[in-house]
């Protein structure tokens, strides 16, 4: 049987997508009660991938299968109530089954005229995202695969406008003999924005670094005096301690000198559907672009970041792409505000997540994390372990007698399969680091992580005490 053949028969008898849901079905019936991180037997399997490209190509269905028996087993568990590692959440259902369809139908969302759908559900996140975030009414947003993106295209945005504003356009003439940009970010700012930096060739080197407390936040005093070449960079929630920077202090200064102001956040930005926790985010409005997931505190399927910018004209020419093939429409055309052309539909489970929580359920949502990360400080800290931070929103930084004994205690955390936690260092210590951001994280999930934790110190003492016996 010729290629195209197959392909057809397994198109019309859609086997391998029954076979697939099948499969997916059983994993979403495990997903909150499974091991977090897979056993060793688990990742034994992931050798049975290892094999010559077949000459002939496999039965659809098989293929599905496999993936499924030797793969499924060595997934890390994101989709349950305990992973806490890099600030991902879990997945909302209705968001999951968008996702499911706009795979299905396969949209490429550069231009309105490949997707008017995809079109219309951007104008409509990018709408409601303003209304979250109360952003000025001129902000656009851009649909990407996260805040590295979304930071990169930011930044480029503002390389772009105050370039301009010195007469020099960097698309024509690139960076030799370009006018000086400033950067003036915190210490502790994220790596992705560093990553940027070098990227645009903006230089690493030239960065002007602020101090920042003992919480992670810019000291506003130190930030030297700004002008119409600086781009000042913000996070709303420090990637380790959760911390937001003083946007009311910090902001209006920026406006007042004519600097640019991007804001990190990638996850602390959703603060601002809460009354609670809308009092960290308040100022950010007056800064001009900013970085945000999806796939973090809102629970959306991973790969699903913005990018919003208030200046739609340095954006739009920073990314800007040319072609005779390319139809611009009168409608939106989602590529002229993203690095990317062709992309998949992402605003399709933003939209499905959003319009799922509504704006009480938003706020109930973003309440919730902090409250098991209240929860979850607290327990730990009755067990005798150290909090390094105040629980600003959903960030937890924890810490042993030792470093040695910290890491030794995080990674029999990990291999219990009971929960999953990252390792970091703060202020020159090693730290356990929770990020709880999955919205099936309950009160019992808490406390059985807990006990995880003191079982897992347990281990690493009698480890130790072995060793220095052993010398």
Not at 189 to 195: C, D, L
Not at 334 to 355: Q, V
Request: aromatic fraction near 8%; proline fraction near 4%; charge should be negative.
């Amino acid at each position: 049987m010729d290629m195209q053949t197959r392909l057809f028969r397994e198109f019309e008898s859609k086997q391998p997508l029954e076979t697939a849901h099948a499969h997916a079905f059983a994993y979403l019936k495990a997903a909150l009660d499974r091991r977090v991180y897979p056993a060793a037997s688990d990742l034994a399997l992931l050798d049975h991938f290892d094999e010559p490209l077949p000459l002939d190509g496999a039965d659809g269905n098989d293929i599905v299968g496999q993936l499924s028996r030797d793969g499924g087993p060595a997934t890390i568990s994101s989709l349950g109530g305990r992973y806490f590692g890099l600030v991902v959440g879990g997945v909302l259902p209705a968001a999951l089954g968008a996702r499911w369809l706009a795979d299905v139908w396969n949209q490429n969302s550069a231009l309105y005229r490949l997707s008017p759908v995809t079109s219309k559900l951007e104008t409509v996140c990018e709408d409601w995202l303003k209304s979250i975030f109360g952003l000025p009414q001129e902000t656009v947003a851009g649909f990407v695969s996260g805040s590295s993106v979304a930071i990169l295209g930011g930044l480029a945005a503002a390389r772009e406008r105050i370039f301009k504003s010195k007469g020099w356009d960097v698309n024509a003439k690139g960076l030799r003999g370009a006018p000086p940009i400033r950067i003036v970010a915190s210490r502790q700012i994220h790596g992705t924005v560093v990553k940027a930096i070098a990227v645009l060739g903006l230089g690493i080197e030239t960065v002007e670094w602020v101090e920042v407390d003992d919480q992670g936040r810019v000291i506003a005093d130190r930030v030297p005096p700004l002008d119409e070449s600086t781009i000042l960079i913000l996070q709303a929630g420090n990637v380790n301690s959760g911390s937001f920077d003083p946007f009311r202090q910090l902001c209006p200064l920026a406006e007042a000198a004519g600097s640019w102001v991007h804001v990190d956040g990638a996850f602390g930005l959703w603060a601002a559907a809460s009354t609670k926790l809308s009092h960290l985010t308040q100022g950010i409005e007056l800064a001009h672009s900013w970085s945000v997931d999806g796939h973090k505190t809102l629970n959306t399927p991973l790969d699903c970041g913005v990018l919003l910018c208030r200046d739609r004209d340095a954006l739009v020419t920073a990314l800007q792409a040319t072609g005779s093939y390319i139809a611009y429409s009168e409608e939106r055309d989602g590529m002229l505000y993203t690095p990317e052309m062709s992309r998949r539909a992402r605003a399709i489970e933003l939209w499905a997540a959003l319009k799922c929580l509504g704006k009480r359920g938003l706020a109930e949502l973003v309440d919730q994390l902090h409250a098991r990360a209240v929860q979850m400080a607290a327990a730990l800290e009755a067990t005798g372990f150290e909090i390094l931070n105040d629980i600003a929103f959903n960030q937890v930084l924890v810490a042993c007698e030792t470093d040695v004994i910290t890491n030794a205690t995080i990674t029999h955390i990990q291999d219990s399969g009971e929960c999953w936690v990252g390792g970091a260092k703060w202020r020159d210590r090693a730290v356990i680091r929770l990020s709880i951001c999955p919205w099936a994280t309950t009160p019992a999930d808490v406390e059985r992580s807990a006990r995880a934790f003191v079982d897992a110190r347990d281990r690493a003492k009698q480890e130790l005490v072995g060793k220095q016996a052993a010398i």
